[in-house]
């Protein structure tokens, strides 16, 4: 199952960005510097004493933040609504809400509130660090940048006096114009951090092996598949193939006495497979070779090595999604997969299940039973890496690079953002949650 610590991608422009206040000074100093290969300074003009918080003379002031927070907060409060996360059906932005104690103990709503304000702060205060270190934003982008920002007010309040209407709004969440066009900057810069630092596929993260393995035991799933059809049989031609025609496998009729010994089969596993579950002896031993030898059997994968390396699933993963979730989602095919993301590794590292599932035939019902026996194991070591298991690793790098190799390298510099007084004395709970000024993506630059 996906390790939910591994950072959600989002849709929208979430943590990471910054520029109108951020200016890069390239002096006679800094230049000698980037020709003997040094990182290039970024020097903020950002008046210390306004600064919330700074790293690395990257500085947020208060507006910048205020706007920050009033666009996460909407979030925050369907996070803590989640049935899935905190389940806190009351959850609303009041007075009344953020005063009460959290039943976790850890002090009022609006105090658990601020927490996450200030870690979602830092995440785009560094990852604004990061994108600047790294790269110089172009005036192309800079642009486009402030045609996404001023995009939202457009659609919201038309595009005749738009400025007005907005600083009316802005005025009661504590920034201006200014200050959200800055904001727009560190959310770009923040959210593409990553692309600059391990290339848009995420390709310099093969040269982060452990890591990669890391995410590769976190998000993906490994499961060996055997399908036991009841009425029909793959045939196969002399040398032990399968036989298509418009590029779809013939199926030929299995005997009565056939069918008869898979129905024994299928049966038997399944009690093996319940009595292991329960805590039972089993009849005999359940182990991998239990699904892979009926896989060889039946000749259920046209794929020898996917029968004996198995698949990778992860919710991560396009082949996963695309593939399975989405185009077998009507012959039921997606349970598969459902269950293989949420199946549990028991103590012995092993884990197994079955799903009954209804497919193509050729009976004149055009479906007949197919049982599909699941068993789960730890990835292999580097699986990314194997040419053979590719198609269920198209994305992976990218994938590793976005939401663990980036977060992590971001939560381990959060540690040293200075967070000043002025964050402190914040009301961080009272600015108003706001969804009319949120940037929810960046239009491509021309």
Not at 169 to 180: F, I, L, N, P
């Amino acid at each position: 199952m996906a390790d939910k610590n591994i950072k959600n991608k989002k849709n929208d422009a979430s943590p990471k960005g910054k520029k109108n206040i951020l200016v890069i000074v390239v002096s006679a100093v800094a230049g000698l510097a980037l020709i003997l290969g040094t990182v290039l300074g970024i020097i903020n003009f950002i008046d210390a004493r306004k600064a919330v918080m700074e790293y690395e003379g990257v500085r947020m002031d208060e507006k910048v933040a205020s706007y920050l927070v009033s666009v996460y907060k909407p979030t925050y409060i369907a996070e803590l609504k989640n049935p899935e996360k905190r389940n806190i059906s009351y959850a609303r932005d009041s007075e009344d809400f953020w005063s009460m104690q959290d039943p976790d103990g850890s002090g009022t709503f609006g105090e658990g509130f601020k927490r996450s304000s200030e870690q979602y702060l830092k995440e785009i205060l560094v990852g604004t660090y990061l994108y600047d270190k790294n790269t110089r934003m172009s005036d192309k982008t800079e642009e486009a940048i402030k045609k996404s920002a001023d995009q939202v007010l457009e659609y919201h309040y038309g595009t005749q006096g738009f400025d007005v209407l907005f600083a009316k709004d802005a005025e009661k969440m504590g920034y201006d114009y200014e200050s959200y066009q800055e904001a727009a900057q560190m959310l770009y810069k923040s959210s593409r951090a990553w692309e600059v630092i391990y290339g848009s596929s995420g390709e310099a993260a093969v040269g982060f092996p452990a890591e990669c393995n890391e995410f590769l035991n976190l998000a993906y799933s490994h499961v060996n598949l055997a399908f036991v059809r009841t009425k029909t049989t793959f045939k196969l031609d002399e040398g032990g193939n399968r036989v298509e025609e418009s590029g779809k496998p013939t199926l030929e009729e299995l005997s009565y006495a056939e069918i008869d010994e898979r129905l024994e089969k299928i049966a038997s596993v399944k009690s093996m497979i319940d009595d292991y579950n329960n805590g039972r002896t089993p009849s005999a031993p359940v182990t991998q070779a239990t699904v892979v030898d009926l896989a060889k059997e039946y000749k259920t994968d046209q794929s020898p090595s996917r029968i004996d390396k198995g698949y990778y699933f992860s919710p991560y993963s396009e082949y996963t999604t695309k593939s399975f979730l989405e185009e077998y989602d009507k012959n039921g095919l997606n349970k598969i997969v459902e269950i293989a993301l949420s199946l549990s590794l028991n103590s012995d590292g092993k884990a197994y299940a079955y799903v009954d599932l209804s497919l193509s035939s050729n009976d004149k019902n055009g479906k007949e039973s197919v049982t599909c026996f699941i068993y789960k194991s730890a990835p292999v070591k580097n699986a990314y890496a194997d040419l053979e298991l590719s198609d269920f690793f198209t994305d992976f790098f990218a994938n590793a690079a976005e939401l663990y190799l980036y977060p992590k390298e971001v939560k381990a510099r959060c540690e040293t953002v200075e967070v000043k007084e002025k964050f402190h004395e914040m009301p961080i709970a009272a600015i108003p949650q706001n969804g009319i000024h949120k940037i929810r993506e960046f239009i491509k630059e021309d």
